[in-house]
C-alpha cells in the first residue's frame, strides 16, 4: 500500500499541531489577587453604544456590580434610534456611579466608535481609563484583577481575551473558524507579548485598560481615527512608542456575545477580517498585496479534503485522492471536535459542520476584498485609513 496519500495529509495534521502550540500558556488574570489594590485608582469605564437596546442593561449592569471599589462607568449614546440612551439613562437614575452623554455629531473622517470613546475619555475622571463593549458581560473580579496585573507588571495598556458566547447555531459554526483564523496569524496572548515587531501586536477592543498618561501618550483615539481595527491599531501605536503592553487571559471573567445572526456575523467580520489584517500583515507591501490569497488559502486548504470526498462518490477521483482526502478529512474533524469541547465547550459534533464554516468565512472574505477600502457598520458608511 502506498504511503504517498497518508504522507499528502500530513500538512492537515501540521496545521492544527502548530496552532495549538503557539496558543499554549500566556499571562492570566487568575494568577493576581481577585481583591482589589490598597489605594485603587479611580477607573472609568467608557462603553460606546450605538443601537445597543437589547445589550446595554446587562453590560453596564455586570460593570456596576463590580468588586471594584472606585468606579465611573460612562455610557455614550452614539446616536442611537432604538432606545439605548433611554435605557441607560434609567439606570443612571439608579445609580449615581453610571453618566450618560450623547456624542456628538459624527465628523467625516472618524469611525464612529473611536468617536464616542474620545467622546467619553473627555468626560472621564479617572486616572485608569477602561473601554468596553456593550455586547459584553463583566465578572465582579475582572477589574480588581486587571488593575492588579497592570500594577504589578507595570502595564501602560493591558487588554483581555474573555470566552466568546457562541448561543445560535450560526455563531457556534462560524466563530470558531474566524478565531482559529486569527491563532493562525497571532498565536494565543504568551506569543503576541513575546513578539518584539509591531505588526504582531493586537488588541481585544472588547476590553482595553489604559493609564490616563498612556492614552495621552498614544493621542487617544484621535490617532486611530480612520481605521477600521482601532484596538489593534491602538496597541501596536503604544508599543511603537515604548509602552509596555501585555494581553492576558480572562475567560473565567469577560464574556462578549458579538452577534446573534448569520446576517450580523457576514457583516460584522465583513468590517474587520479583511481592511483591519492590512495593519496587521507582514512583509510590507508585497505581504498586502498577497493578503487576499493568505485569508482564503487556510479556509480553501480546510475545504479541499471534503469537496475531494464528494468528487470520489462520484467516481470523478482516483482511489489515491480518495485515500488522501478521508485521511485529511478525519484529521479535520479531530482538530474541530477538540476545537469545540475543549475550547468552546460545545458538543463535538458540530465537528462535522466545519465545511460550511469554513464556506461562509470563504464569503466574508471574497466580499470583504471586493469592498476594499469601503466598510459600512450600523448604517453608517467609512473609508479606512491608510498611513
Same mark, same amino acid.
Given at each position: 500500500m502506498s504511503l504517498t496519500p497518508y504522507l /499528502? %495529509?500530513?500538512?492537515?495534521? $501540521?496545521?492544527?499541531? #502548530?496552532?495549538?502550540?503557539?496558543?499554549?500558556?500566556?499571562p492570566s488574570l487568575d494568577r493576581v489577587p481577585a481583591a482589589p489594590p490598597a489605594d485603587p485608582p479611580l477607573v472609568?469605564?467608557?462603553?460606546?453604544?450605538?443601537?445597543?437596546?437589547?445589550?446595554?442593561?446587562?453590560?453596564?449592569?455586570?460593570?456596576?456590580?463590580?468588586?471594584?471599589?472606585?468606579l465611573e462607568v460612562v455610557v455614550v449614546n452614539d446616536r442611537s434610534e432604538d432606545g439605548t440612551g433611554i435605557i441607560a439613562r434609567e439606570l443612571a437614575r439608579r445609580d449615581a456611579r453610571l453618566r450618560v452623554i450623547d456624542a456628538p455629531l459624527l465628523p467625516p473622517d472618524w469611525f464612529g466608535k473611536q468617536w464616542a470613546c /474620545? %467622546?467619553?475619555?473627555?468626560? $472621564?475622571?479617572?486616572? #485608569?481609563?477602561?473601554?468596553?463593549?456593550?455586547?459584553?458581560?463583566?465578572?465582579?473580579?475582572?477589574?480588581?484583577?486587571?488593575?492588579?496585573e497592570m500594577r504589578e507588571r507595570s502595564l501602560d495598556l493591558l487588554?483581555?481575551?474573555?470566552?466568546?458566547?457562541?448561543?445560535g447555531f450560526w455563531e457556534r459554526v462560524v466563530q470558531p473558524q474566524v478565531f482559529t483564523l486569527l491563532a493562525l496569524r497571532y498565536g494565543g496572548p504568551r506569543a503576541v507579548n513575546r513578539s518584539r515587531r509591531v505588526v504582531d501586536k493586537i488588541a481585544n477592543g472588547q476590553l482595553l485598560l489604559f493609564t490616563r498618561q498612556a492614552y495621552d501618550a498614544v493621542g487617544g483615539h484621535a490617532?486611530?481615527?480612520?481605521?477600521? %481595527?482601532?484596538?489593534?491599531?491602538?496597541?501596536?501605536?503604544?508599543?511603537a512608542l515604548g509602552l509596555r503592553t501585555e494581553v492576558a487571559l480572562g475567560v473565567r471573567h469577560l464574556t462578549t456575545?458579538?452577534?446573534?445572526?448569520?446576517?450580523?456575523?457576514?457583516?460584522g467580520w465583513m468590517k474587520n477580517i479583511y481592511a483591519g489584517a492590512h495593519d496587521a500583515t507582514p512583509l510590507g507591501a508585497p505581504g498586502r498585496a498577497l493578503l487576499p490569497l493568505m485569508l482564503l488559502a487556510p479556509m480553501l486548504a480546510m475545504l479541499a479534503p471534503p469537496v475531494a470526498l464528494v468528487l470520489a462518490a462520484l467516481g470523478l477521483v482516483g482511489s489515491g485522492v480518495a485515500m488522501w482526502a478521508l485521511t485529511a478529512t478525519v484529521v479535520s474533524l479531530a482538530w474541530w471536535a477538540l476545537v469545540y469541547v475543549g475550547g468552546a465547550r460545545l458538543s463535538p459534533a458540530?465537528?462535522?459542520?466545519y465545511p460550511l464554516g469554513a464556506l461562509v468565512v470563504v464569503y466574508i472574505i471574497v466580499?470583504?476584498?471586493?469592498?476594499?477600502?469601503?466598510?459600512?457598520?450600523?448604517?453608517?458608511?467609512?473609508?479606512v485609513a491608510r498611513e
Amino acid at each position: 500500500m502506498s504511503l504517498t496519500p497518508y504522507l /499528502a %495529509a500530513l500538512p492537515w495534521l $501540521a496545521v492544527p499541531v #502548530v496552532i495549538a502550540w503557539r496558543m499554549r500558556g500566556g499571562p492570566s488574570l487568575d494568577r493576581v489577587p481577585a481583591a482589589p489594590p490598597a489605594d485603587p485608582p479611580l477607573v472609568s469605564v467608557i462603553i460606546p453604544a450605538r443601537d445597543e437596546a437589547r445589550n446595554i442593561a446587562r453590560c453596564a449592569h455586570s460593570v456596576l456590580a463590580s468588586a471594584y471599589p472606585a468606579l465611573e462607568v460612562v455610557v455614550v449614546n452614539d446616536r442611537s434610534e432604538d432606545g439605548t440612551g433611554i435605557i441607560a439613562r434609567e439606570l443612571a437614575r439608579r445609580d449615581a456611579r453610571l453618566r450618560v452623554i450623547d456624542a456628538p455629531l459624527l465628523p467625516p473622517d472618524w469611525f464612529g466608535k473611536q468617536w464616542a470613546c /474620545a %467622546a467619553g475619555a473627555a468626560e $472621564a475622571r479617572g486616572s #485608569v481609563l477602561c473601554f468596553t463593549d456593550a455586547d459584553t458581560v463583566h465578572g465582579r473580579e475582572l477589574l480588581p484583577r486587571a488593575v492588579s496585573e497592570m500594577r504589578e507588571r507595570s502595564l501602560d495598556l493591558l487588554t483581555v481575551a474573555g470566552r466568546q458566547e457562541m448561543v445560535g447555531f450560526w455563531e457556534r459554526v462560524v466563530q470558531p473558524q474566524v478565531f482559529t483564523l486569527l491563532a493562525l496569524r497571532y498565536g494565543g496572548p504568551r506569543a503576541v507579548n513575546r513578539s518584539r515587531r509591531v505588526v504582531d501586536k493586537i488588541a481585544n477592543g472588547q476590553l482595553l485598560l489604559f493609564t490616563r498618561q498612556a492614552y495621552d501618550a498614544v493621542g487617544g483615539h484621535a490617532a486611530v481615527r480612520g481605521k477600521v %481595527a482601532e484596538d489593534l491599531a491602538l496597541a501596536q501605536r503604544a508599543f511603537a512608542l515604548g509602552l509596555r503592553t501585555e494581553v492576558a487571559l480572562g475567560v473565567r471573567h469577560l464574556t462578549t456575545r458579538m452577534y446573534t445572526t448569520l446576517g450580523e456575523i457576514v457583516r460584522g467580520w465583513m468590517k474587520n477580517i479583511y481592511a483591519g489584517a492590512h495593519d496587521a500583515t507582514p512583509l510590507g507591501a508585497p505581504g498586502r498585496a498577497l493578503l487576499p490569497l493568505m485569508l482564503l488559502a487556510p479556509m480553501l486548504a480546510m475545504l479541499a479534503p471534503p469537496v475531494a470526498l464528494v468528487l470520489a462518490a462520484l467516481g470523478l477521483v482516483g482511489s489515491g485522492v480518495a485515500m488522501w482526502a478521508l485521511t485529511a478529512t478525519v484529521v479535520s474533524l479531530a482538530w474541530w471536535a477538540l476545537v469545540y469541547v475543549g475550547g468552546a465547550r460545545l458538543s463535538p459534533a458540530y465537528a462535522f459542520a466545519y465545511p460550511l464554516g469554513a464556506l461562509v468565512v470563504v464569503y466574508i472574505i471574497v466580499r470583504a476584498v471586493a469592498r476594499g477600502e469601503r466598510v459600512e457598520w450600523k448604517g453608517r458608511e467609512y473609508v479606512v485609513a491608510r498611513e
